[in-house]
C-alpha cells in the first residue's frame, strides 16, 4: 500500500505560481511512477504531468507543458509540481497517483491522494 497527500495548493491571480508537494508513504517510493492529475467541475480527470522512479523522465500533456515542472526527491518520498503562468484554465483539484513501475509512460496508476484545489481568479 502506498499513501498520498497533497498539499500546497489555494487561490492565486491570473499569471502567478504555486508549487504542490504530494507526499507518500508506504513501499519503496522510487519503485513508483509518480503522475500529476487534474480535474475540473464537468470534466473528466487528465493526467498532467509524470515522473518516472528515478526522476529521470517526465511527461506534460501539451497544455501545461513549458509552465508546469514535475521533480521528485526520492529521499523525502516526495513528488512536486511547479505550475507557473497559472491560467483561469488551470482551475481544478489536482491529484497526484501513483503506479508500481518505474516508466514514465505508464498509465496504471492504483494509489491515489484526497487533491488539493488549485483556483486561479483572472
Known amino acids: 500500500q502506498v499513501q498520498l497527500i497533497e498539499s500546497g495548493g489555494g487561490l492565486v491571480q491570473a499569471g502567478g505560481s504555486l508549487r504542490l508537494s504530494c507526499a507518500a508513504s508506504g513501499r519503496t517510493f522510487s519503485n513508483y511512477a509518480m503522475g500529476w492529475f487534474r480535474q475540473a467541475p464537468g470534466k473528466d480527470r487528465e493526467l498532467i504531468a509524470a515522473v518516472s522512479g528515478s526522476g529521470g523522465s517526465t511527461y506534460y500533456t501539451p497544455s501545461v507543458k513549458g509552465r508546469f515542472t514535475v521533480s521528485r526527491d526520492n529521499a523525502k518520498n516526495t513528488v512536486y509540481l511547479e505550475m507557473n503562468s497559472l491560467k483561469p484554465e488551470d482551475t481544478a483539484v489536482y491529484i497526484c497517483?501513483?503506479?508500481?513501475?518505474?516508466?514514465?509512460?505508464?498509465?496504471?496508476?492504483?494509489?491515489w491522494g484526497p487533491g488539493t484545489q488549485v483556483t486561479v481568479s483572472s
Open positions: 497517483a501513483a503506479a508500481p513501475v518505474r516508466v514514465v509512460t505508464t498509465t496504471n496508476y492504483n494509489y
